[in-house]
């Protein structure tokens, strides 16, 4: 997925950003962020867990899905 992105971003000039921040609650932390950044596209990496944590995961992933007011991409971290 980085390269494919790299390489977009050097063919149509594109501005991205990557962050590490550590957050009690990161769906709030990611639309604060993309929010002041003004981002026009969130792209999170899910990997695997247990059927528990899927579920618990699933409510937070929702709610950035919900809320954001940009797209959002997922993708399957290996």
């Known amino acids: 997925v980085e390269d494919t ?46 059927l528990a944590q899927r579920i618990f995961q699933g409510a937070q992933l929702e709610k950035v899905l919900l809320e954001t007011s940009c797209d959002v991409g997922i993708f399957h971290k290996p």
């Open 5 to 50: 992105l790299s390489e977009l971003v050097e063919r149509y000039s594109l501005n991205t950003d990557q962050r590490i921040m550590i957050a009690n609650n990161w769906p709030n932390e990611v639309l604060v962020q993309a929010s002041r950044l003004k981002s026009q596209m969130i792209l999170l990496g899910v990997g695997h867990a247990n």
